[in-house]
């Protein structure tokens, strides 16, 4: 009867242990980079062309949701508990969307998938979007656009942005690397929108 005791009690401390750790667990925090549109200088660029903005390629780290951090000049790491509220590159493409849109530019900007007919399309790679530790905490964004001709089947113009945007606070926290992350990303749209607005300028396309 004493052992029966025993193992009972044994098993009651390892169910109470079991759930006590599964309610320990840390939440998971998700992020969003901020989608509303980077107003670019549109100079003079034709208004009737018509964009189409492919999916935005990525590594495989970036097309997870967790959030990126650099332990050193070569390795990469995630977080477990802090995590997008969307893959980067699926975000990069609804930024880079807006931020064509809001340069009025264009007669029309839409994706890819969407099956409206364009004239051109815009291709971006995400390199990098991530915390960097070293030297300085800061926040990468490397991206590069590029615009492909489907007619003459060749890319004509190509561009690419890379910062560290350095992370503010006595005791910065991932919400932080985020902000400055968000504010990196629409500052290197803003300044790529406007490189190809002027491309256009400079290269006035012909009648299609």
């Known amino acids: 009867m004493l052992t029966r005791?025993?193992?009972?009690?044994?098993?009651?401390?390892l169910l109470t242990g079991t759930l006590?750790?599964?309610?320990?667990?840390?939440?998971?925090?998700?992020?969003?980079?901020d989608p509303g549109p980077t107003p670019a200088n549109p100079a003079s660029a034709p208004s009737s062309l018509r964009i189409l903005v492919a999916r935005v390629t990525a590594p495989q780290l970036y097309r997870d949701d967790r959030l990126v951090f650099g332990s050193g000049p070569v390795?990469?790491?995630?977080?477990?508990?802090?995590r997008w509220s969307a893959p980067p590159a699926?975000?990069?493409?609804?930024?880079l969307v807006a931020s064509l849109r809001a340069s009025?530019?264009?007669s029309s900007v839409s994706?890819?998938?969407s099956k409206v007919p364009g004239d051109y399309i815009v291709r971006g790679h995400?390199?990098?979007?991530?915390?960097?530790?070293?030297p300085e905490l800061a926040a990468r964004f490397t991206f590069q656009l590029e615009l492909f001709d489907p007619r003459a089947g060749t890319t004509i113009w190509s561009d690419s942005y890379t910062h560290d945007e350095p992370v503010s606070g006595k005791k910065p926290t991932v919400a932080d690397v985020v902000e400055a992350l968000d504010s990196s990303v629409h500052a290197g749209l803003a300044q790529l929108t406007s490189e190809l607005n002027q491309y256009f300028v400079s290269h006035p396309p012909q009648a299609r």
Not at 75 to 82: A, F
Not at 90 to 95: G, K, P, V
Not at 126 to 134: F, N
């Open 104 to 106: 009025g530019a264009y």
């Open 20 to 33: 006590a750790g599964c309610g320990a667990s840390r939440p998971v925090k998700y992020y969003a980079l």
């Open 90 to 95: 699926d975000m990069l493409q609804d930024a």
């Open 126 to 134: 995400l390199y990098a979007l991530d915390e960097v530790e070293k």
């Open 5 to 13: 005791r025993i193992q009972q009690a044994g098993l009651l401390l």
């Open 75 to 82: 390795e990469l790491g995630t977080y477990e508990y802090e």
């Open 111 to 113: 994706r890819v998938a």
